[in-house]
C-alpha cells in the first residue's frame, strides 16, 4: 500500500532532522585546535661582526641597545686609515649585525683632462662611461659640426645625457 502524502512529508522532516542532529553532534564533538603563542625571550646580548679599519676586527657580544661607537671600543679602535665621518657613531645596533668602519680612500693622482677637440676614440675611451661606440659618436659629431664650444655641446651627441656629462666634467677640457 502505498504512502500518503502526509506520510511521505513525516518521512522526509524525520530524516532530515536525524541527518542535522548527527551533523551537529560530529562538529560538537570535534576538539577545537589549540593557539599556541611562542615569545621569544628578550635577549641578553648582541653578537656584531666588526670589520673594516679597527684594530681587532671580529665577532663581539655587546649589550642590548648598544651603539655603534660600543661596537668599535670593543673592537679596539679604529686604525689611522679610519674615516668615521662616513660613520653614524650614534646607530643602535642589532644582534646579527656586520659594522664595517670605513677607511679613506687613497688619493689617485689627478689624470690629465682630455681636451675633446683634439682626443681621438682611444684617448676618448678612456674617460668613465665612454666606450667605443660613444667615442666614434663624439669624434663624428666633431668632425661634422666643428669643435666643441662648451662642455654643454655634448649633449649633441647620442647617447649622452645630464647625468654623464656630469661624470665628465672634471675629466675633459675644451681648447
Given at each position: 500500500m502505498p504512502w500518503t502524502r502526509p506520510?511521505?512529508?513525516?518521512?522526509?522532516?524525520?530524516?532530515?532532522?536525524?541527518i542535522a542532529g548527527a551533523a551537529v553532534l560530529v562538529t560538537a564533538r570535534r576538539p577545537t585546535p589549540?593557539?599556541?603563542?611562542?615569545?621569544?625571550?628578550?635577549?641578553?646580548?648582541?653578537?656584531?661582526q666588526v670589520d673594516g679599519a679597527v684594530a681587532r676586527p671580529g665577532l663581539y657580544r655587546l649589550v642590548p641597545g648598544a651603539r655603534a661607537a660600543d661596537a668599535i671600543v670593543a673592537a679596539g679602535g679604529v686604525?689611522?686609515?679610519?674615516?668615521?665621518s662616513l660613520l653614524n657613531q650614534a646607530r643602535l645596533l642589532r644582534d646579527g649585525e656586520r659594522l664595517t668602519i670605513p677607511g679613506r680612500a687613497a688619493r689617485q693622482p689627478a689624470q690629465p683632462a682630455v681636451d675633446l677637440n683634439a682626443a681621438d676614440t682611444a684617448a676618448l675611451e678612456q674617460l668613465?662611461?665612454?666606450?667605443?661606440?660613444?667615442?666614434?659618436?663624439?669624434v663624428a659629431h666633431r668632425d661634422r659640426h666643428g669643435p666643441f664650444h662648451r662642455l654643454e655641446d655634448?649633449?649633441?651627441?647620442?647617447?649622452?645625457?645630464?647625468?654623464?656629462?656630469?661624470?665628465?666634467?672634471?675629466?675633459?677640457?675644451i681648447r
Amino acid at each position: 500500500m502505498p504512502w500518503t502524502r502526509p506520510e511521505q512529508l513525516l518521512v522526509l522532516f524525520t530524516a532530515t532532522a536525524v541527518i542535522a542532529g548527527a551533523a551537529v553532534l560530529v562538529t560538537a564533538r570535534r576538539p577545537t585546535p589549540s593557539i599556541r603563542v611562542f615569545e621569544s625571550p628578550p635577549s641578553t646580548e648582541l653578537i656584531i661582526q666588526v670589520d673594516g679599519a679597527v684594530a681587532r676586527p671580529g665577532l663581539y657580544r655587546l649589550v642590548p641597545g648598544a651603539r655603534a661607537a660600543d661596537a668599535i671600543v670593543a673592537a679596539g679602535g679604529v686604525t689611522p686609515a679610519a674615516d668615521l665621518s662616513l660613520l653614524n657613531q650614534a646607530r643602535l645596533l642589532r644582534d646579527g649585525e656586520r659594522l664595517t668602519i670605513p677607511g679613506r680612500a687613497a688619493r689617485q693622482p689627478a689624470q690629465p683632462a682630455v681636451d675633446l677637440n683634439a682626443a681621438d676614440t682611444a684617448a676618448l675611451e678612456q674617460l668613465p662611461g665612454i666606450g667605443p661606440v660613444l667615442a666614434r659618436r663624439i669624434v663624428a659629431h666633431r668632425d661634422r659640426h666643428g669643435p666643441f664650444h662648451r662642455l654643454e655641446d655634448l649633449l649633441a651627441v647620442e647617447g649622452i645625457g645630464p647625468r654623464l656629462l656630469a661624470r665628465l666634467r672634471e675629466h675633459v677640457v675644451i681648447r
